[in-house]
């Protein structure tokens, strides 16, 4: 038997589609204006992003080119990567605009104080990565390589390392909001998550083995943010728990 609500319900989902149609558009949009607007500048682009390793390369050795496109594809890779970066807090407003309407009052604060902080920390994951991390990994790779060879990496090769801890750096960020959201969810508690410490400690240490280039300055440093992101978690997680159970206080 067909329902009197069913048409309804169609045209409900069909207006929710087509804003979110309109919503992706727009994040699609303003991604490619912003990748315009930086593609001239692709090339000073790359030679910036570059000179962490420049300076680790020793005096007698260069970038190079293994493939005929990579002078090409590698800064038009990274300025896509650069106007991601530019766009991500319109892109998660965006979002948020589409999802608010069906939240309650408590439920939109709360979510636009996580979505407002985790923007932020992946942000700093990248400065991190760039100014802490690889500057040190470079010059420890650069450093170690035997006399009888002449370190001289390609463009793309580089843009990829660089690319992925980047990234890593920047999720590994986000471990305070991660916790946050377990801990409001009932998912764990903060006693369940004191009782494991001992176990999440060598987990820091566990993951960033495998994720991290394979020395031991990059498995710590990234294993000790991450331990003292997740000690943050706790922290805030705290807070957040009383804020919640009362809000009038």
């Not at 991604?31 to 692709?42: D, E, G, K, N």
């Not at 996580?114 to 923007?119: G, Q």
Request: glycine letters at 4%.
């Amino acid at each position: 038997m067909i329902s009197h609500d069913q048409p309804t319900a169609v045209v409900h989902l069909l207006e929710h589609l087509t804003i979110l149609r309109k919503c992706l558009i727009q994040m699609v949009l303003l991604l490619a204006v912003v990748f315009l607007c930086l593609l001239p500048f692709a090339q000073t682009l790359y030679q910036l992003f570059a000179q962490p390793l420049l300076y680790a390369l020793p005096a007698d050795s260069q970038m190079i080119a293994t493939d005929i496109t990579a002078t090409f594809t590698a800064p038009f890779k990274l300025t896509l990567f650069i106007a991601f970066l530019i766009c991500l807090p319109f892109l998660l407003w965006r979002i948020w605009r589409f999802i608010v309407p069906a939240l309650y009052l408590q439920e939109k604060k709360l979510i636009l104080l996580l979505s407002c902080s985790s923007v932020i920390l992946f942000y700093f994951g990248i400065i991190f990565c760039r100014y802490i991390v690889l500057p040190s990994v470079l010059f420890f790779f650069m450093h170690i390589a035997p006399d009888a060879v002449l370190p001289m990496t390609d463009i793309s090769s580089y843009l990829s390392f660089c690319l992925k801890l980047f990234f890593t750096f920047g999720l590994c960020f986000e471990i305070p909001v991660l916790i946050t959201v377990l801990l409001l969810s009932g998912t764990v508690t903060v006693e369940q998550l004191l009782e494991k410490r001992k176990f999440i400690i060598v987990g820091c240490f566990f993951v960033s083995m495998f994720i991290t280039p394979p020395d031991l300055l990059s498995m710590l440093l990234l294993a000790v943010p991450m331990w003292g992101l997740f000690e943050l978690g706790l922290v805030i997680g705290k807070f957040m728990n009383g804020y919640t159970e009362h809000p009038t206080e």
